[in-house]
């Protein structure tokens, strides 16, 4: 296994492990405790499955750390392609984001404290808690929304890398620069139509898939060093 492929193989890893850690968080917490509409329900869930609900706090913050370490890996992997791009994928995948992955899990800490009703809230009474549960939970989601803006702005940068590196598939690179109009989409329908929020989840799933099939590429496939040999 060559230098390349083995560096495009540790960064595919790295992609799944975080993102993994993030999808406990963003997806699996939402679909099993939450209940929108419900806040009584929701404060419930959490209290019941409070260890669940901690974990999804900690598995966001692991994600968010850890994607500052994929895109390390990545900009490893990409620089001798053209380290300005690289630099700009570091710049908007992690250093931005992130920070507001760390702020983000503050809003979940709140949402605890207020279904758990600690003593210092007993100037609330338990509908109002409830309220307030569901109120932090939602401003977490307007904050994954506008986060949403960076994760696909990211795949510009990523995407070009690819395009131009020779060492992975050029159609993979146009794919991941599509990704970011799935991304951009899915926040400024969140904050302008959130109505057609489920509409436009399934409709931009053709384009946001594309960083699946990139991470798994790299871990199945890796980098193809003679490409690059050959483009010298």
């Given at each position: ?11 595919g ?6 993102s ?45 750390a ?48 207020f ?30 929304l ?9 795949l ?36 302008l ?40």
């Amino acid at each position: 296994m060559t230098s390349l492929s083995q560096n495009a193989r540790i960064a595919g890893v790295l992609y799944i492990l975080f993102s993994l850690f993030g999808f406990v968080r963003l997806i699996y917490i939402p679909s099993h405790l939450i209940v929108y509409g419900n806040p009584a329900a929701t404060a419930n869930n959490i209290v019941a499955h409070e260890m669940l609900f901690r974990f999804g706090i900690v598995s966001y913050l692991i994600g968010a750390a850890g994607w500052i370490l994929v895109t390390l890996v990545l900009y490893r992997l990409f620089k001798g392609v053209d380290q300005s791009l690289a630099v700009v994928m570091v710049i908007l995948g992690s250093l931005v984001s992130v920070p507001i992955f760390f702020f983000n899990a503050v809003n979940d800490a709140a949402a605890l404290l207020f279904a758990r009703g600690a003593d210092f809230l007993s100037a609330f009474d338990k509908p109002q808690r409830e309220a307030l549960v569901m109120l932090f939970l939602r401003l977490h989601q307007d904050a994954d929304l506008a986060n949403e803006i960076f994760w696909g702005l990211w795949l510009i940068p990523l995407g070009l890398l690819v395009y131009k590196s020779h060492f992975l598939p050029r159609w993979l690179g146009v794919w991941l620069v599509l990704g970011c109009l799935g991304y951009l989409g899915m926040s400024f329908t969140g904050f302008l139509y959130p109505q057609y929020d489920d509409k436009v989840f399934t409709l931009t799933q053709p384009l946001t898939i594309s960083e699946l099939v990139f991470m798994f590429w790299l871990v199945i496939m890796g980098a193809k060093q003679k490409l690059t040999t050959a483009k010298a």
